[in-house]
């Protein structure tokens, strides 16, 4: 099992900058694939960045975002620099096993989710 955790919302006015971050315990593994997705009030859970066999992006955050991962202490972070009302969301965490296009589902592990919210 591996939990993840993570940390970093909060209230930010647009044009602003947030770190997000995803701590990851249990049967962790540098070779495993984490990813952030977000989902707004009654839309769908959308991918947002991803670190797997190649790091992606989701066009809207092309630019702005950077995803960057710490192997030694198991976290992943998500850079969010000038920030839209539409990024707001509630972020979550995704991991599962291995390398693979990290923007294609499943994941066999979520966070919790941490609120995000831009005011405009």
């Known amino acids: 099992q591996v939990q993840l955790v993570e940390s970093g919302g909060g209230l930010v006015q647009a044009g602003g900058s947030l770190r997000l971050s995803c701590a990851a315990s249990?049967?962790?593994?540098?070779?495993?694939?984490m990813s952030w997705f977000r989902q707004a009030p009654g839309k769908e859970r959308e991918f947002v960045a991803g670190?797997?066999?190649?790091?992606r992006y989701t066009d809207s955050v092309k630019g702005r975002f950077t995803i960057n991962r710490d192997n030694a202490k198991n976290t992943v972070y998500l850079q969010m620099n000038s920030l839209k009302s539409e990024d707001t969301a509630v972020y979550y965490c995704?991991?599962?096993?291995?390398?693979?296009?990290?923007?294609?589902?499943?994941?066999?592990?979520w966070g919790q989710g941490t609120q995000v919210t831009v005011s405009s």
């Open positions: 249990g049967r962790t593994s540098s070779s495993s694939t």
């Open positions: 995704a991991a599962r096993p291995g390398l693979s296009v990290p923007h294609v589902r499943p994941y066999d592990y």
């Open positions: 670190w797997g066999a190649s790091i």
